[in-house]
């Protein structure tokens, strides 16, 4: 097991360093620098540009400016953003938990409703609510789901005004931020409009954050319950007398969701390019907005941590699941 | 000696055809059926646009801006989509639209297809250092969010129609190059290919004529999906506006320039997004068809 995670862990390393090699050449390629970007219309004496670019260090040789930015990387500092002047790391980290609450939710909503429906789908096969479940989950899959905001938008917020449209709590509402989630912030200040506001302001993200994977949770889950359902065991189960819900549940289903867990774990990546869209629309104050102001206003440092970070946690959060996936299933430890 | 004669008899009736087999197991499921049907109605808007279209796409109606549709109170016939914002007619944006998803579908999936094909092809064949240096760099750029990605690539090269083409085959690269060289890993250890080596076949012959045509099944499915996922990921960068810029009747960015009239006139908002909702929809299903067909492990 353990030479299992040291082998698994050792790939990661090359990985990691060649999206440090992407995130520090992409700033590279990027027409205009970060002084002339600063300096706008009017543009700017030689002399201070100079002098800025020598401050940036942006006129040092190359293989120079990565060896830097590695030790920099390994030390935790990921430069300052040049509009906010703020350290990129702590920028990240103010605005990271509002990602992860709005993918947490999302991800829940997508396994909670996914899974039963996967399951209910493979049970009656081939009837209705299998069709229904396999056509309301390949339209979820094809969603643009940008426009399935819009239309959500349209229908909770303006026709019904049921929802906010965008941020994550109402204007009038100050909850000290201990943790950078919302929900857990409200709900420790004991400010129950507050908590209401939150919740109602979670509502429509959550939803279309996580209807792609809500989709594939679904499909996946129909096809693995489908070939588990043919096994032999499960047939020796049925034919012991055992009630159907107890095979269903205790001998099929707990095989049916090795693939699933899989699947589950690879969603991350998915869910954080769907966090971009989302949280561009309703104006969510998480890191995929903020990277998209990055790249527009060309904030190099943040769209380097940026980018950086979000690769780092996937690489991380795919190692899990693979570690994971060992654990419960042996023939790939010992493969 | 005697002289043997061939009747017309004695050569086996041909069976089903492999082409007429596949046509029978894809159109088997109904999904698949009416994905194609959808994606012929689509190439055919496409190709025939400037008939089709009842006006031109860039068309300006002054006098009927936010008309709506035909069906809506103070709708006409004369624009069966309504208008947008200033005034052009929405089933004509449309149509032309369809011309720019397909093109970026296929322009994306072919460099795509092509480049990753040729990588996966060597890193399969000839393994060792080049195989590991290709493969950590897909994983590089598996690590990244596609829209992330494709930001990413679009930042660098600049928005438009043309770079966001470029950065979905980019996006989409990884996973070509990951499938080609699996399947010529499989590929690579059977005996045919053992016994044409030994007849003398060169790498070159035996990677793109020997290998690669057994190897095309995936290929052809996973080339379906990534049209959808090039449509979409156009559509969404369209919609950041990083991709086709204004007033490219492209469908995302049709959406981005309607937005701040969503309340006012919903369908400058509903009809491009159920566009790019029916297309993506039209190929996954044709996907999964093209899948179920040519996997003879589903095969019943």
């Not at chain 2, 990677?207 to 990921?233: E, H, K, R, W, Y």
């Amino acid at each position: 097991m353990f030479t299992f995670i040291l082998r698994r862990a050792a790939l990661i390393v090359p990985t990691f360093i060649g999206v440090t090699l992407l995130a520090f050449a992409l700033i590279h390629l990027i027409p205009g620098d970060p002084v002339e970007n600063l300096s706008g219309e009017r543009g700017m004496d030689p002399a201070r540009r100079a002098r800025l670019l020598h401050e940036f260090g942006l006129d040092r040789p190359l293989p120079v400016q990565y060896a830097d930015y590695v030790g920099q990387v390994l030390r935790g500092d990921l430069g300052t953003s040049l509009t906010t002047h703020e350290p990129v790391l702590r920028e990240f980290l103010t605005l990271f938990p509002a990602t992860v609450e709005l993918a947490f939710f999302a991800m829940l909503f997508a396994v909670v409703v996914g899974l039963p429906a996967g399951i209910i789908a493979a049970l009656k096969r081939n009837t209705v609510a299998d069709y229904a479940v396999m056509g309301v989950s390949l339209t979820g899959y094809s969603m643009p789901i940008f426009w399935w905001a819009l239309l959500l938008i349209l229908f909770f917020s303006v026709q019904l005004g049921w929802t906010p449209v965008s941020g994550r709590i109402a204007v009038e509402f100050d909850v000290p931020a201990s943790t950078g989630f919302m929900l857990i912030d409200a709900l420790r200040a004991g400010d129950a409009g507050a908590f209401r506001s939150a919740v109602s302001h979670l509502l429509l993200p959550t939803l279309v954050l996580g209807t792609i994977p809500l989709a594939v949770i679904a499909r996946m889950t129909r096809s693995s319950m489908l070939e588990v359902l043919r096994e032999d065991y499960v047939r020796t189960a049925r034919a012991k007398g055992l009630p159907r819900w107890q095979v269903v549940l205790v001998h099929a289903l707990r095989n049916a969701l090795i693939p699933v867990i899989t699947v589950i774990g690879l969603q991350v990546g998915l869910l954080l390019s769907g966090a971009i869209l989302t949280e561009t629309i309703f104006s969510w104050p998480g890191v995929g907005n903020w990277l998209v102001h990055g790249v527009q206003s060309r904030d190099y440092p943040v769209v380097q941590g940026g980018i950086l970070l979000i690769a780092t946690i996937v690489i991380s959060v795919n190692l899990f699941v693979d570690l994971l996936y060992g654990v419960i299933n042996p023939r790939i430890r010992h493969a | 000696m005697s002289e043997v004669t061939i009747s017309a008899a004695d050569i086996p009736v041909a069976g089903p055809g492999t082409l007429r087999e596949f046509w029978l197991t894809y159109t088997q499921s109904r999904g698949a059926v009416i994905g194609l049907a959808l994606i012929v109605v689509l190439i055919v808007l496409a190709i025939g646009a400037n008939v089709i279209a009842p006006y031109s796409p860039n068309e300006q109606f002054r006098d009927f801006t936010l008309a709506p549709p035909a069906w809506h109170d103070g709708g006409s016939v004369r624009f069966l989509l309504g208008t947008d914002p200033v005034g052009r007619d929405i089933l004509s944006r449309l149509i032309h639209g369809a011309r720019l998803s397909l093109l970026i579908g296929l322009i994306s999936v072919a460099i795509s297809l092509s480049l990753g094909v040729v990588l996966g092809l060597v890193a399969g064949y000839f393994r060792g250092l080049v195989e590991t240096t290709i493969m950590r760099l897909m994983d590089v750029m598996l690590a990244l969010p596609s829209l992330l990605l494709a930001i990413a690539v679009v930042a660098i090269l600049g928005p438009g129609l043309i770079n966001a083409m470029y950065a979905i085959a980019i996006v989409l690269l990884p996973h070509y190059v990951r499938l080609t060289r699996a399947a010529v890993i499989a590929e690579a250890a059977k005996e045919y290919v053992a016994s044409s080596r030994i007849a003398g076949a060169g790498p070159l012959r035996l990677m793109f004529s020997t290998i690669l045509p057994n190897c095309a099944a995936p290929l052809i499915v996973q080339a379906t999906l990534g049209f959808s996922n090039a449509i979409l990921d156009a559509a969404a960068l369209g919609f950041l506006g990083l991709g086709a810029q204004p007033p490219t009747p492209e469908w995302g960015s049709m959406l981005a320039d309607a937005l701040e009239f969503i309340q006012r006139a919903s369908w400058v908002v509903t009809f491009p997004g159920l566009a790019i909702l029916v297309t993506v929809l039209a190929f996954n299903l044709m996907g999964d068809g093209l899948r179920d067909a040519l996997d003879p492990k589903l095969k019943r």
